[in-house]
T-cell receptor
Framework: DADVTQTPRNRITKTGKRIMLECSQTKGHDRMYWYRQDPGLGLRLIYYSFDVKDINKGEISDGYSVSRQAQAKFSLSLESAIPNQTALYFC??????????????FGPGTRLTVL | AQSVTQLDSHVSVSEGTPVLLRCNYSSSYSPSLFWYVQHPNKGLQLLLKYTSAATLVKGINGFEAEFKKSETSFHLTKPSAHMSDAAEYFCVVSDRGRNAGNMLTFGGGTRLMVKP
């Protein structure tokens, strides 16, 4: 399912570098999310956006920033990467018009390693 | 506040035997509950969801889960495991009393291994 795509799929970078992870979707959903996954911790919310003009911090936003360039695009930036940001990052989308308990649709993930 | 506890980090079963993945939750409001599956090097796929209709929810690939409010549980079951079920499973809660669907809280995950 290529409705939610993430680039790059894998990235190795060095401490202190700036890096951007990109997410695109063709589902036409207004809501988009960025999560990180760490072993044993499940997924934790970094930022979410209800529409192009509405961006909100999630549970673990420190050290990250986002940009919602269009309805279909939501980018996550690490201004100065540090090793404990090594993780698997997921983008997701959702459509609240589907009612209470509407599901989120996830991209394939970006594996980021910070040396 | 909402939280999810998956009681087993790893579960190992033999092919053809039943699967039980346990999940307990806490929520201040009426929750929506989900199970997602993650196969190796893949994104997350929705298995099933509970949103206040029938308490026994059927999902894809023969999985089902029962919402038990008195026990605050939402355990995932399957009568007969298949090799292709080997994956990581996440129990997820969403607080429907607020902006539904935007605040998902994930459990730590259960890795299911299926032996031939």
């Amino acid at each position: 399912d290529a409705d939610v795509t993430q680039t790059p799929r894998n990235r190795i970078t060095k401490t202190g570098k700036r890096i951007m992870l990109e997410c695109s979707q063709t589902k036409g959903h207004d809501r988009m999310y960025w999560y990180r996954q760490d072993p044993g911790l499940g997924l934790r919310l970094i930022y979410y956006s209800f529409d192009v003009k509405d961006i909100n911090k999630g549970e673990i936003s420190d050290g990250y920033s986002v940009s919602r360039q269009a309805q279909a695009k939501f980018s996550l930036s690490l201004e100065s990467a540090i090793p404990n940001q090594t993780a698997l990052y997921f983008c997701a989308t959702s459509d609240p018009s589907q009612g209470a308990g509407h599901e989120q649709f996830f991209g394939p993930g970006t594996r980021l390693t910070v040396l | 506040a909402q939280s999810v506890t998956q009681l087993d980090s790893h579960v190992s079963v033999s092919e053809g035997t039943p699967v039980l993945l346990r999940c307990n939750y806490s929520s201040s409001y009426s929750p929506s509950l989900f199970w997602y599956v993650q196969h190796p090097n893949k994104g997350l796929q929705l298995l099933l969801k509970y949103t206040s209709a029938a308490t026994l929810v059927k999902g894809i690939n023969g999985f089902e889960a029962e919402f038990k409010k008195s026990e605050t549980s939402f355990h995932l079951t399957k009568p007969s495991a298949h090799m292709s079920d080997a994956a990581e499973y996440f129990c997820v809660v969403s607080d429907r009393g607020r902006n539904a669907g935007n605040m998902l809280t994930f459990g730590g995950g259960t890795r299911l291994m299926v032996k031939p």
